[in-house]
C-alpha cells in the first residue's frame, strides 16, 4: 500500500460522536440488543477519536453485527495499533473495506481514478466496473444489477455522499469525501491517476514517475497540451485498462490518437468525452481506423463529439466491445455497416443523434443487445433495418423509435411485439420524418392522419412501462386506442408532445399510477373540459377518482388554449387530481384562468406560470383577481 497524507478536519465531543455512532450501528436492533452492546460500542467510539467520518463508517459496518463476539472482534483488531491509522481515521475505513467481498473492494478502489470532489453518475461508473470485469458471475443475473447491488453496499457502508436522487427516490449519482478519496488511492497504490491540465499547461511526465498506472483519468481545459513522446516514454502506460479523457479541446486528436491506439492495446475502457459541450471549438473529426489494434475493448464513449460524421468499419473488429456511446454526437450520419459483427454488444446509447438516418441491418443479429436509446426507422435504405427486427431484442431499460412519420406499415409495426417487452421501462414514439434533406427519400406519406392512427394502434405498449412520449402525432379519430390505456397500469411519466390534427385531448384520467404529465405543443386545442378527465360519476352513489397519483401537472405551448373547465365533473362525485402538488402553465397565450378547485388544493406546493399574459394579470401579488385563490402556495413563480 502506498502512502496517505491525514486531513485536518474538525473533531466532536464524545457526546457527539456518540449521538452519531448509535444512529446508525444501532438501527432496527432490539432494546435487549442495544443494551447487551452498548458498553462495547462506547469503547469503539473513544478509538475514533472525535472524527465524525469515522464514526459513521464504523457505525455503518456495526450495524448489520448483532453479537458481542462480532463487536468484540471489532474492538480489538489489531488494525487500531497499526502505525498509518493511529491519529484514528484509517482503521474505521480499514475494517469497514476488510469486510466487504472481494469484487466489492476493486469497484471501491477504482472510484481513485476520479479528481477529488468528482460528481460520479451511478449508472456509468457501473458500466466502467463492468468493463474491467469487477462484475463477472456466475448467477443468472444481469450484470447492471450486480453492479446496482455492490454500489448500495458502498453507499451503506458511507463510502459514497452527497446523493442524487430522482423523483422516484432512487439514486442517480453521488461523491465520495475527500478523506475517503485519500483511502482509495492509499489502497489501490497508485494504480488510478487523475491529472488536470490547465489552458497553457502542457502534460508532464513527472506525473507519472515510475508508476505503473492502471487507470487514467485526463481532464483538460482549451489550450492544454498532450506531448507525444509522453507516450513512448512511459513504460508504466504502457498496460493502460482504463483512459478517461474529459475535455472541451481536441486539436491534438487527429495526431495523437492513432498513435496511442497503435500503444494502448490492453484498454479495457476508452472515453473520449466532450466536457462543457457550448464552450468546445475543437472536437473529433473522426476515429482513426487502426482502433481495431484495441482487442480488448469493452467499453467506447464518444459523448457529444459533434463533428463526427461516420464510424471507420474496423470498429466492427472490437468483437469484445459491450457497450457503445454515441450520444450527442449530432452529425453522425451512419453506423458501420459491419455492426452485426459485434456480437457482445449489449448497449447502444445513441440520443440526440439528429442526423442519423437509419440503423443497419445488423442490429437484429445482436442477440445480447438490451439497450437501443435511439431505433430509427430508415424507410427507403435499402441497408436499413427494419422496425420488425425489435422482435428478436430483448430490450431493457429505454427505447426511443424515431422516423414513424415515413411509415405505412402497420404490420411491419405489429411484428415489433412491442408489447411482450417486459423489461422495456420507457419508451419514445416520434412520429417524425428522417432528417435527410429529401422528401422522397425520407419516404412522406399521402395520408398521414389514417397512417400515424394505424401506427399508433399496432405499437401496443408492455404493460410494464413507466414512461412514455409520444411526439408529433397526426392522428384525429383514435388518440390513443383504449387498449393502451387500460394496459399501462404502472405507467408514471407520460409526455404528449406536438400533436398535429388534434383539437381536444385523450381522456387519461384513469391512469392509476401517473405522477407526471405534460402537454406541449398541442396548436389546436382551445379547451380542456371532462373528456380529459375520462371517468364518470358512479352510479352507486360512490366517489370516483381521476388522476388518482398525479403530482405535476404541464402545459405548455398552447398557443390557442383558452380554457380548463372541469365544472361539470365537479358537480358529480369526481374527486380530481387529489395529490397534485405542482401545476405549471407555460406559453399559453390566450388561457384565461385556472380552475380554482385546483388552484385550492392544500397538496399544491408549487405554481409555475411564465409567457401567459392573462394569467399574469390575473395572480399579479396582492392585486390580481386570483391572488386570493393562490397565496397559500409555498412556491409560486410569475413572469
Not at 89 to 94: E, F, G, K, T, Y
Not at 150 to 162: I, P, T
Not at 336 to 364: H, W
Amino acid at each position: 500500500m502506498g502512502s496517505i497524507d491525514i486531513i485536518s478536519i474538525n473533531v466532536l465531543s464524545e457526546i457527539e460522536c456518540w449521538s452519531v455512532f448509535e444512529l446508525l450501528a444501532f438501527s432496527g436492533k432490539s432494546m435487549e440488543e442495544r443494551e447487551n452492546l452498548e458498553k462495547i460500542g462506547r469503547e469503539i467510539v473513544g478509538k475514533c477519536k472525535g472524527l465524525p467520518l469515522a464514526a459513521k463508517t464504523i457505525a455503518s459496518l456495526l450495524r448489520s453485527k448483532n453479537t458481542r463476539k462480532e463487536w468484540q472482534n471489532i474492538l480489538e483488531s489489531e488494525i487500531w495499533e497499526l502505525e498509518a491509522v493511529k491519529k484514528g481515521l484509517l482503521a474505521p475505513l480499514l475494517l469497514s473495506y476488510n469486510e466487504l467481498p472481494s469484487k466489492v473492494k476493486h469497484c471501491f478502489s477504482y472510484c481513485a481514478v476520479f479528481p477529488k470532489d468528482y460528481e460520479m453518475w451511478k449508472d456509468k461508473l457501473i458500466e466502467l466496473w463492468m468493463a474491467q470485469g469487477f462484475l463477472n458471475n456466475k448467477r443468472n443475473k444481469e450484470m447492471a444489477e450486480i453492479g446496482e447491488e455492490y454500489f448500495n453496499v458502498l453507499a451503506s457502508r458511507s463510502f459514497f455522499q452527497d446523493f442524487g436522487r430522482g423523483y422516484d427516490g432512487e439514486i442517480y449519482d453521488c461523491k465520495m469525501h475527500d478523506i475517503v478519496h485519500d483511502f482509495a488511492q492509499y489502497l489501490c497504490s497508485n494504480e488510478c491517476l487523475t491529472v488536470e491540465i490547465h489552458s497553457g499547461e502542457e502534460l508532464a511526465m513527472s506525473s507519472f514517475g515510475e508508476k505503473k498506472i492502471l487507470h487514467l483519468m485526463l481532464a483538460l481545459d482549451r489550450g492544454a497540451l498532450i506531448p507525444m513522446p509522453m507516450w513512448d516514454n512511459v513504460k508504466g502506460l504502457r498496460g493502460l485498462r482504463s483512459l478517461l479523457v474529459e475535455s472541451n479541446e481536441y486539436s491534438w486528436s487527429s495526431v495523437i490518437l492513432p498513435q496511442l491506439f497503435d500503444k494502448l492495446i490492453c484498454l479495457r475502457a476508452l472515453k473520449l468525452e466532450v466536457r462543457g459541450w457550448h464552450s468546445c471549438e475543437n472536437y473529433i473529426k473522426e476515429i482513426p481506423t487502426n482502433i481495431e489494434k484495441l482487442l480488448h475493448l469493452k467499453y467506447l464513449n464518444l459523448f457529444c463529439q459533434r463533428e463526427i460524421e461516420k464510424l471507420p468499419e474496423t470498429l466492427c473488429e472490437l468483437y469484445n466491445l459491450e457497450r457503445l456511446n454515441v450520444s450527442g454526437c449530432r452529425n453522425l450520419r451512419e453506423l458501420p455497416q459491419g455492426i452485426g459483427k459485434l456480437r457482445k454488444l449489449m448497449y447502444l446509447y445513441n440520443d440526440r443523434t439528429e442526423s442519423l438516418r437509419y440503423l443497419p441491418v445488423g442490429i437484429e443479429e445482436l442477440i445480447r443487445l438490451r439497450g437501443v436509446t435511439k431505433f430509427v426507422v430508415g424507410r427507403g435504405y435499402d441497408r436499413a433495418c427494419s422496425l420488425g427486427s425489435l422482435k428478436k431484442l430483448n430490450l431493457l431499460g429505454e427505447c426511443w423509435i424515431c422516423g414513424l412519420g415515413g411509415m405505412s406499415d402497420a404490420g411491419e409495426a405489429r411484428r415489433a411485439e412491442l408489447e411482450k417487452k417486459k423489461n422495456l421501462l420507457k419508451l419514445g414514439l416520434h412520429f417524425c420524418h428522417s432528417r435527410d434533406g429529401d422528401e422522397e427519400q425520407a419516404g412522406r406519406r399521402e395520408n398521414e392522419e389514417d397512417e400515424d392512427e394505424r401506427l399508433l394502434e399496432a405499437l401496443g405498449p408492455p404493460s410494464n412501462l413507466k414512461e412514455l412520449r409520444i411526439d408529433e402525432y397526426g392522428g384525429r379519430r383514435n388518440v390513443v386506442p383504449i387498449n393502451w390505456i387500460m394496459s399501462l397500469t404502472n405507467l408514471r411519466d407520460l409526455s404528449l408532445i406536438m400533436w398535429r390534427n388534434r383539437d381536444h385531448l385523450p381522456p387519461l384520467g384513469k391512469l392509476p399510477s401517473l405522477e407526471d404529465l405534460k402537454i406541449q405543443g398541442m396548436q389546436s386545442v382551445k379547451r380542456v373540459g371532462n373528456e380529459f378527465l375520462g371517468v364518470e360519476s358512479d352510479t352507486d352513489g360512490s366517489s370516483v377518482i381521476a388522476f388518482p397519483k398525479l403530482k405535476l401537472l404541464r402545459f405548455d405551448n398552447m398557443k390557442e388554449l383558452e380554457e380548463l373547465d372541469f365544472r361539470t365533473a365537479i358537480k358529480g362525485e369526481i374527486i380530481i387530481m387529489p395529490r397534485l402538488s405542482s401545476l405549471q402553465i407555460l406559453r399559453c397565450l390566450k388561457l384565461k384562468a385556472l380552475p380554482d378547485h385546483l388552484l385550492q388544493k392544500t397538496t399544491l406546493q408549487e405554481l409555475w406560470i411564465s409567457g401567459c399574459p392573462i394569467l399574469k394579470e390575473r395572480c399579479r401579488k396582492e392585486t390580481g383577481e386570483d391572488w386570493p385563490n393562490i397565496r397559500h402556495i409555498p412556491k409560486i413563480s410569475i413572469g
